[in-house]
């Protein structure tokens, strides 16, 4: 029975520094028993702090105590060795590693610690935290995770714990600190600072959610204008190849048509000397023939057969040609213009060729520009607003069917005749307005409109006044550009040439007008901007912004 009791009890004879069966027990004077051995290398780190502790009650010594032997803790101890050959060796998994906490009490390989003692300041791994569950008095220490940070919750100066927030120094401190270095400060407990600044820390939370959530929607941006930036150039390089293509294809079949030309002239040209040569060619064999005969005749001995030979060959050769065709002539009479067309014709190709160079350089030298108008034109509303530029309606120049607000910033279609003042700048056939202000450099404008239709446009200002000619109305001429919306279709006009645009007319417009680079962009204003229609040519004179309602309203928007 008496074993038995002991193999239950077996944890009470465990050395809470080694872990193990006690060796050589030892037993300090608040009762509890160590090994010699760990007790002593327990002690021997704390020399320097002239203090010395029980590991399992925290009791402290100003001396080092005397240890005495426990003969009879020793002799259970070792009966208990013999009987159950206890062994006590924790598995690997519970040793510390590198990165770990390592446990304060454990001597020798040091155990894996899994929470720290803000009481007693102090890292426990599983084993030497029992007391700490068990100990009434230790159980009303405050536990936490097991931290390397330990050392930073514990005041340097009076080695106690931080327990208050000076408000003054904005730091923690100790309760001693509160009556030295930091008396009269504005203090408060930390579970209580902790709890104001919870709800600052919330808030901040909140601020922070929302920096993300709007960086996420610029990055959003971002990546569709990325995305935009390269299927245009996509597109655009698609569509270069294409016309380069097709001028390749136009300039081959032109040289096979010049070529073509060349030959049939070359032809024609031809046709009367190879005919002549055919025929001379005939005549001198028939010549050879005849000498050939006369030849033969001049050796006969029949003086009657020369004679009727020699008179018909006579007569024969006076009264045609030797080929029955046409009278002889003399080679001298032959005449045949001999065309150098390989001169002539080089010197036009040549000029023609320095003429299309100097064209192609002219235009591609323009081309990186226009490119780089293109990419830094803005991908984002906000850029657009950057140039944004404030107009004004131009009382002089309304036609007498347009009513202007009081600050000239809307104008919309009246069925009765307004009184105004005859002016030199007024329309009196076509219902349009232009702004005051011109707009050049970089600028930026947006506008809203409502109604059967409206045309939104940049002129110069010489555009005419006067009459119902096309030359007077915006987009029939080369000297303005329109937007022409309406509740069924949506198309641009400039110099009399229509392009549909195959999409709804938005009420909400922008224009962005980049002088210099010649780039003209309508934009579809909503959450995101959507380019409706882009010209890109040289504008020579500065532009001024104009309306041509018709049954509509028009107002110039504030940039918001």
């Known amino acids: 029975m008496a074993e038995a009791s002991i193999l239950v009890d077996q944890d009470q004879f465990i050395c809470l520094v080694c872990l193990d069966l006690l060796k050589d027990p030892v037993t300090v004077s608040c009762g509890h028993s160590f090994c010699k051995e760990c007790i002593n290398h327990h002690w021997n780190q704390e020399d320097q702090k002239g203090v010395y502790s029980c590991p399992q009650c925290r009791d402290t010594f100003t001396a080092r105590p005397v240890l005495l032997r426990n003969t009879m803790l020793a002799e259970v101890v070792e009966k208990l060795k013999k009987k159950t050959e206890v062994q006590t060796a924790s598995p690997d998994h519970c040793y510390a590693r590198p990165g770990d906490v390592e446990c304060d009490f454990c001597t020798g390989r040091k155990h894996k610690a899994v929470k720290c003692c803000l009481v007693c300041v102090t890292s426990f791994c599983e084993i030497h935290l029992k007391p700490h569950l068990e100990v009434p008095a230790l159980k009303k220490h405050t536990l936490t ?63 922070s959610h929302q920096r993300i959530q709007e960086k996420q929607k610029k990055v959003q941006e971002l990546k569709q204008a990325v995305n935009t930036i390269k299927l245009s ?154 140039y944004s530029c404030y107009l004004t309606l131009d009382p002089n120049t309304a036609h007498c069917y347009l009513i202007l607000s009081k600050k000239n910033r809307a104008v919309r279609y009246s069925v009765r005749e307004q009184w105004y003042s005859d002016h030199p700048e007024r329309f009196d056939y076509w219902p349009q307005v232009l702004c005051e202000e011109s707009v050049c450099g970089r600028c930026y404008w947006e ?114």
């Open 145 to 207: 995770e097991a931290s390397e940070k330990l050392q930073q919750k514990i005041c340097s100066e009076h080695n106690k714990l931080f327990e208050i927030y000076c408000r003054t120094d904005e730091t923690c401190i100790c309760y001693l600190c509160t009556m030295d270095k930091h008396k009269g400060h504005d203090t408060i407990t930390a579970s209580g600072e902790r709890a104001e600044k919870q709800s600052e820390l919330k808030e901040q939370q909140m601020k």
């Open 447 to 560: 506008v809203e409109w409502s109604g059967v239709s409206v045309s939104i446009s940049v002129s110069y200002k010489n555009i005419r006044r006067k009459g119902r000619g096309d030359e007077c109305r915006f987009g029939l001429i080369n000297q303005s550009w329109s937007l022409q919306c309406s509740s069924s279709a949506l198309c641009f006009y400039h110099n009399n040439i229509k392009t549909d645009l195959r999409v709804p007319a938005p009420s909400r417009i922008g224009v962005y007008l980049d002088h210099s680079a010649g780039t003209l962009s309508f934009y579809s204003v909503s959450d995101t901007m959507k380019l409706l229609h882009r010209v890109q040519t040289t504008f020579t004179q500065p532009l001024f912004a104009g309306f041509g309602p018709l049954l509509s309203t028009v107002k110039l928007c504030h940039p918001k």
């Open 233 to 386: 150039a996509q597109t655009a390089v698609e569509d270069s190849e294409r016309i380069f293509t097709e001028l390749i294809s136009s300039m081959e079949k032109m040289r096979s048509e010049v070529k073509e030309m060349i030959r049939a002239q070359e032809e024609a040209e031809l046709s009367r000397p190879e005919r002549l040569l055919e025929e001379l060619e005939q005549e001198i064999a028939d010549l050879q023939r005849r000498v050939t005969e006369l030849e033969q005749l001049s050796h006969t001995h029949d003086h009657i057969h020369f004679l009727q030979s020699f008179q018909s060959l006579c007569v024969s050769a006076g009264r045609q040609s030797p080929t029955g065709k046409r009278p002889d002539f003399h080679t001298s009479s032959i005449t045949v213009h001999q065309h150098h067309f390989s001169d002539g014709m080089r010197k036009y190709f040549s000029d023609l060729k320095k003429r299309l160079e100097e064209f192609c350089e002219e235009e591609f030298n323009k081309i990186p520009a226009q490119v780089q108008s293109f990419l830094s034109e803005p991908q984002s509303r906000d850029r657009f607003l950057k």
